[in-house]
C-alpha cells in the first residue's frame, strides 16, 4: 500500500489543476507548472481535491503512485507559496554580491566565480555572507542552489566553504603535533 500515493492533495483557492494529454498542469497565483505522468496512475479532480488511482499492485507501479502524487504536491505547493533554499559562505574574506542578474561569489579562487539567473530562480544577496534561490519549482530551486554549494564545498576541517543554511558541518581534529618519542 502507498502511503504517500493514497494521500488527498487539497487545492487551495486561486489554482486550477488540468490533465489533458498525460499532462497535469498546475496554474496559481505564482505561476504555471506542468508534469508528464505515466498512463498506469490516474489523477482525479474532485471539486478542490487531487487523489491518485494505480492499475495494479506491482513494484514499480506503487513507486510511480507516491512519485506523481508527490510531483503534483509540489507543484500546488510551488504555485501559491513557492521554494526557498539559503546557502551561507564561511571564509576568511569570501564574500558575495548580486549585480544585475548575476551573483559574483569571491570565494578564494584566484578570479570571481559568476551564477547568472536562470529562468524561473531568482538569485538575491540579503548579506555578504548569504545567497537566496527562491523560485515556483522545487527540481529547479534544489538543482542552483546544489550547483552554487558545489562551487566550494564545505571542508571538515576549518569549516570553509558554502553550505546550505540548516546543513551541519561534522568538524574534524587537525594533526596533532606530538613528539616522535
Not at 496512475?41 to 510511480?64: M, S
Not at 524561473?120 to 552554487?148: F, N
Amino acid at each position: 500500500m502507498s502511503r504517500i500515493g493514497n494521500a488527498v492533495i487539497t487545492i487551495p483557492a486561486g489554482v486550477t489543476v488540468e490533465i489533458a494529454n498525460n499532462v497535469i498542469t498546475v496554474k496559481g497565483p505564482k505561476g504555471t507548472l506542468s508534469q508528464v505522468y505515466d498512463p498506469i496512475i490516474t489523477p482525479v479532480v474532485e471539486e478542490n481535491t487531487i487523489k491518485f488511482t494505480r492499475a495494479n499492485d506491482e513494484g514499480p507501479t506503487k513507486a510511480k503512485h507516491g512519485l506523481y502524487r508527490a510531483l503534483t504536491a509540489n507543484m500546488v505547493k510551488g504555485v501559491t507559496e513557492g521554494f526557498k533554499k539559503v546557502l551561507i559562505v564561511n571564509g576568511v574574506g569570501w564574500k558575495v554580491a548580486k549585480q544585475g542578474n548575476k551573483v559574483v561569489l569571491n570565494v578564494g579562487f584566484s578570479h570571481p566565480v559568476e551564477v547568472v539567473e536562470e529562468a524561473g530562480i531568482a538569485l538575491d544577496c540579503p548579506s555578504q555572507t548569504e545567497i537566496s534561490v527562491s523560485g515556483i519549482d522545487k527540481e529547479k530551486v534544489g538543482q542552483c542552489a546544489a550547483m552554487i554549494r558545489g562551487i566550494r564545498e564545505p571542508e571538515p576541517y576549518h569549516g570553509y566553504g558554502i553550505r546550505y543554511s540548516d546543513e551541519v558541518i561534522e568538524r574534524k581534529v587537525g594533526k596533532a603535533a606530538g613528539s616522535k618519542g
